[in-house]
């Protein structure tokens, strides 16, 4: 594809939204959650783990630890017990203790609604901030994880392999009042269509709008934080 104008990029990274949107309606978040609580915890449980082992983890974890304040009171070891199979548990207990104690003395047991202070408790970096805002709240977040800067490189909407790089170019192309489902629909996208080894081109919709080869190699997004720091 030709260099493109900064318009014409947008111009075409609005017809790429629409056109996610048209392909995958039933994006949603796929993480179960009742409560802005139970969502910060499935998200840093989700860290190197299917949501579907989240969603089969957190009901005993809800059960046992239902609040921000009973969980920042939680024993290492049971808690470790309950979030095993998630993988990297050792880390996941301490983060999760660890937020939850900061929200309960921070923020009087409440999931803050503002990204500079999600930010700042253990084990939730922009990523997990951004689900939290978009889902929870109904804050425009956009969320970049793997999926996500994967796609936004192949269609040729940033060149950048920083999540928080990626996440500010797409920021600039993206409505905001969209945001929220435009992660959603890419997230939707990478899993059914656009493969990471295999991308399924010829049955792609966003085909035509998209200058990626089959064959071409891919740098995927770049992260330095361990696995339960999500950004």
Same mark, same amino acid.
Request: aromatic fraction near 6%; hydrophobic fraction near 40%; charged fraction near 25%.
């Given at each position: ?28 978040c796929a993480l179960d959650y009742g409560s802005a609580f ?26 046992? %630890? ?22 990297? %548990? ?31 408790l253990p084990g939730v970096g922009r990523k997990t901030a ?81 200058? %990626? ?19």
């Amino acid at each position: 594809m030709p260099r493109e104008s900064k318009a014409a990029r947008e111009g075409r990274a609005r017809q790429i939204v629409e056109a996610l949107f048209q392909a995958h309606p039933d994006a949603r978040c796929a993480l179960d959650y009742g409560s802005a609580f139970e969502l910060l915890c499935a998200t840093i449980l989700s860290a190197q783990c299917t949501d579907k082992m989240v969603n089969m983890v957190t009901p005993a974890l809800f059960a046992r %630890y239902p609040d921000a304040v009973r969980l920042s009171e939680a024993d290492d070891e049971d808690l470790q017990a309950i979030i095993r199979s998630t993988g990297f %548990y050792k880390n996941k207990t301490k983060s999760l203790i660890g937020m939850a104690r900061a929200v309960v003395a921070d923020h009087g047991g409440e999931i803050p609604p503002r990204l500079e202070d999600l930010v700042k408790l253990p084990g939730v970096g922009r990523k997990t901030a951004n689900v939290i805002l978009g889902n929870a709240f109904a804050v425009p977040g956009l969320v970049v994880d793997t999926h996500v800067g994967r796609i936004a490189s192949r269609l040729g909407l940033t060149k950048q392999t920083d999540a928080v790089k990626v996440e500010k170019e797409l920021m600039e192309l993206v409505p905001r009042d969209d945001w929220t489902q435009f992660s959603h629909a890419m997230i939707f996208h990478g899993r059914r269509v656009c493969d990471a080894r295999k991308p399924h081109c010829d049955a792609c919709t966003l085909r035509a709008l998209c200058p %990626y080869p089959s064959s071409a190699k891919h740098k995927p997004v770049t992260r330095k934080k361990s696995p339960a720091k999500r950004k």
